[in-house]
């Protein structure tokens, strides 16, 4: 009589110990689905947060003068008018702001030196250093964010300083 006995503690101990554990799997799994759930809102507010484009410094890997260099070098006047605002660009057409751009020089080496934030998220000043002719000059442009935008200010005097030509 005592076998049957001890063989059903042994049993009720298997099964409470596989019971607990259940219980700690489950108790395992519920806090990895809370902590995976839980991180989806954060990737969600860092993507919604990115600064990609919302500023002047922050164009992929490099600044919005220099973006705007390697798409012209590349002849993607189409995908620089997004960002460009201004006088010398607002009001013309895509395609007379396209084939301005055609014809501006700027395949010249140039360095960012400075940045200088005229109004926090919303203004901004950039000081590039160039070689002409043998000549080092610096020159300013200015970026202002427009409907979450960062664009490059581009008045008659800003063009003319921006795609000056190499000839003397």
């Known amino acids: 009589m005592a076998q049957p ?7 009720q101990f298997v099964l ?3 019971i607990c554990i259940l219980e700690i799997m489950k108790l395992k799994c519920w806090l990895f689905g809370v902590l995976l759930f839980s991180s989806f809102p954060l990737a969600a507010q860092n ?7 919302k500023n002047p410094m922050c164009f992929y890997t490099t600044d919005i003068l220099t973006y705007l260099q390697a798409m012209h070098k590349n002849m993607q006047y189409e995908e620089m008018l997004p960002f460009l605002f201004g006088p010398s660009v ?3 057409s895509d395609a007379i702001v396209m084939d301005l751009l055609d014809q501006a020089p700027f395949g010249y080496q140039m360095k960012r030196v400075g940045i200088r934030i005229i109004e926090p998220k919303k203004v901004w000043k950039l000081r590039f250093e160039r070689v002409l002719l043998g000549t080092k000059e610096t ?3 200015e970026c ?3 409907d979450g ?4 200010y581009l008045d008659p005097e800003s063009w003319n300083t921006i795609f000056r ?3 003397p």
């Open 5 to 11: 006995k001890i063989r059903q503690m042994k049993f």
């Open 16 to 18: 409470n110990f596989l």
């Open 47 to 53: 993507t919604q947060d990115s600064c990609l484009f």
């Open 90 to 92: 607002d009001g013309q």
């Open 139 to 141: 020159f300013d442009i």
């Open 144 to 146: 202002r964010l427009v």
């Open 149 to 152: 935008v960062c664009k490059l």
């Open 165 to 167: 030509s190499y000839r």
